[in-house]
């Protein structure tokens, strides 16, 4: 068979898995995803031997080591899988939830509930343990899916999906509601999202070229995950004291990640002030300053920024500086430069916090806290499926009901129009 | 300039607007759609004037009729959009309710509310009302839009733009709220589906041929809006009079719209009885009927039904009809040929009624009704933006609410992570 067909082969089983599972209860899901957990447990020493080889060969390939550690898989992360795979049994239910009711005039009776997708379509990069979080959050909500894991994994993430299969299965789940894509082919990325009207959502999870990707070439729905050139915009009217905590801890706390701030910016009545006690601090903690023209009047050391530096989410000890002349002006440069994700202002004038919150385009706008709080755990959603950075189902952090879509149920008696 | 750098323009200074919308009140919407509404009605000699030129050009190219009559605005049309302004005012304003709150325990206190879009890219054929439709629904919804309608209604178009634009900035609604699109090349459809990043969602509105094009091209998220291959199910327990009633009216009421029924499936048990009773039926309302095996050795005379009858959404008086073993045989066919849309199931079986329910996957599922009513109007919405039948978003029937997102506000006192 070609590649395509393959691909579209196990959709297609997939499918059929779906359309079953939208009758499942939730003792069955919970019951399963226990045994799931049960399972990885009990049968670790497989996985930490394929898991090995997964391992030698991205060593042999010259993987860098920093890659290489979020390959690996020992006791512990094993343990910690299975655990998530409980705490996601714990969750309420997402399916079944009843929103919205109307009786007509007319006497049909229109009721909105909340159901499955059908099969959800994960596409992701290096770490194996995406593969079980993705099973574990379609299972509870009773969607199938289709896996496809970065070839570093692939040994550990077959592994991995035959396991929890063999749970699924023998709790009574349909056949095929896990399929794992063992071609990897970077082709077959391109088969998945063509495949409408047999997936009904793909979610990319990785770098801005996996989403680029999928994004430019899917037919499916795609829910765009991802990249935060996130600000801080420090006002006129902040407590400058929190202001230096908050802005710090931003930058520096975890810089890798998609929420950490990427651009300063500054009300130039405090600039004077404010601007030098941050530059201390970020030069402490080893982050590289790039300014404006203002900044560099106050600091002269500092290196210029480029029109590139706005847009760039550094992912890195990098921190781009920019003085304002307004809460406006702030808003404007944010709305010009952000990537929709998560975006603050530090002030205790309430006047400026509200325009802010209203104008900036963002998925979450912060008022005196850190953007690094956008996050499914830290909302309180008890799991993440991504953080939404487009304005399509859903926007920011991506809890189970993101998995989940709508029916509308009407009763009559023999209503006809 | 290039046209897709017209396009690109319009989307930019359209996207500027949006920045601006968001900060809009419900009084300052209200009043736009009134003075809009005054505004066409106090035009209409010139709306009518201008319309003569293309309904002219449409006869001399040989149009068909049908489509003519769809074209022409006379004073009573006129006045029918003005209303529907009217009628968009005095509804529910979509933006600022907040349908979720949690203080965590770190203290941030986190909402969401419900904001526009930004731009909705609205892509339409002939019909110049759905241009005022189009326009007083984004409005109301804090949105800018690009409207891109079919070449036919060119002149119209552009003239009913031009009056509702200047009654909008008359009432300090920021310009560039619409942005309409005078090209009308086919390729500025693909132009406009390409604008990531400016345009937030599109729309289109009209034939399978258009819907297909759009999302085959878009990187801009879609709501797909339209096709129907509606199913009634007579089930074993159905009260066959009921079934009469609605089957027919189901068929004939209005065959060229997307929830009329163009396959009927029928219970093995009470097909002898009811088979011959709505052929005849049918018939005597000019209803082509096209039949299964089983049909034909009841009904000798009926034409055969191919694979292709199945999934055809007729849009006409034809009928595709089989005869079913169960109702979970009625599922699998449904579920097999339906375009996710309206699927209905007449019986006095609770439990068959029930796993119907559960277990079609459609946006609307019925049970004792006609497919007919699923419809903003008949839902009470209100409005109606068209018909989703994709899982992303919205799904069924869309009111206002499909035309805004949401975003999280949070209030903190220094938090960091």
Redesign the interface.
């Known amino acids: 068979m070609l590649m395509k067909e393959v691909v579209m082969e196990q959709a297609k089983l997939a499918k059929q898995a779906a359309?079953?599972m939208?009758?499942l209860t939730t003792e069955q899901k919970n019951s399963a995803l226990f045994a799931m957990a049960d399972a990885l447990e009990k049968r670790k020493d497989e996985i930490i031997k394929i898991n090995a080889e997964d391992v030698q060969a991205a060593q042999e390939k010259g993987t860098r080591q920093n890659m290489i550690d979020r390959l690996i898989l020992n006791e512990k992360r094993i343990a910690d899988m299975a655990e998530g795979l409980r705490q996601t049994a714990l969750l309420p239910d997402p399916i079944g939830h009843e929103d919205f009711e109307?009786v007509?005039p007319n006497g049909?009776k229109?009721r909105r509930v909340r159901v499955p997708?059908?099969v959800v379509g994960i596409i992701y990069e290096a770490r194996p343990n995406v593969t079980v979080d993705a099973a574990a959050l379609c299972l509870k909500s009773s969607n199938a899916c289709v896996l496809r894991g970065g070839s570093e994994a692939i040994r550990t993430n077959k592994k991995l999906t035959d396991i929890l299969i063999d749970a699924e299965i023998s709790c009574g789940i349909p056949e095929h509601a896990i399929e794992f894509l063992k071609i990897t082919d970077r082709d077959a990325v391109i088969a998945m999202c063509r495949l409408?009207k047999l997936i009904?959502?793909i979610i990319p999870r990785g770098g801005a070229g996996l989403i680029a990707r999928v994004?430019?070439h899917s037919?499916v729905?795609?829910?765009e995950t991802g990249t935060g050139v996130c600000h801080i915009y420090v006002d006129k009217a902040a407590?400058l004291e929190?202001a230096l905590?908050?802005v710090l801890?931003?930058k520096i706390?975890r810089p890798s990640v998609c929420n950490s701030m990427e651009t300063l910016l500054i009300h130039k009545y405090i600039a004077n002030e404010f601007l030098p006690d941050i530059a201390k601090l970020m030069i402490e903690n080893k982050v590289e300053l790039r300014g404006d023209e203002l900044c560099r009047e106050i600091l002269p050391n500092m290196k210029a920024a480029t029109e590139e530096d706005w847009r760039t989410e550094y992912n890195d000890l990098i921190l781009s500086v920019k003085i304002v002349d307004s809460v406006e002006a702030a808003i404007d440069h944010i709305?010009r430069y952000n990537t929709l994700h998560s975006d603050a202002i530090i002030t205790n004038d309430k006047a400026a916090?509200e325009?802010f919150?209203?104008?900036v385009?963002?998925?979450?706008?912060?008022?005196?806290?850190?953007t690094?709080?956008?996050d499914g755990f830290?909302?309180?959603f008890g799991a993440e499926i991504g953080i939404s950075t487009?304005?399509?189902?859903a926007?920011?952090p991506m809890g189970l009901e993101a998995l989940t879509?709508?029916?509308?149920?009407?009763?009559?008696?023999?209503?006809?129009?």
């Open positions: 359309l079953k939208a009758g109307i007509r049909l229109i997708f059908g409408r009904d959502v994004v430019e037919t729905p795609v829910i407590n929190m905590k908050v801890s931003a706390s709305n916090a325009k919150q209203t104008l385009d963002a998925a979450c706008v912060y008022v005196n806290a850190s690094r709080f956008t830290e909302f309180g487009q304005k399509l189902h926007r920011g879509t709508m029916k509308y149920l009407i009763e009559g008696n023999g209503q006809v129009r």
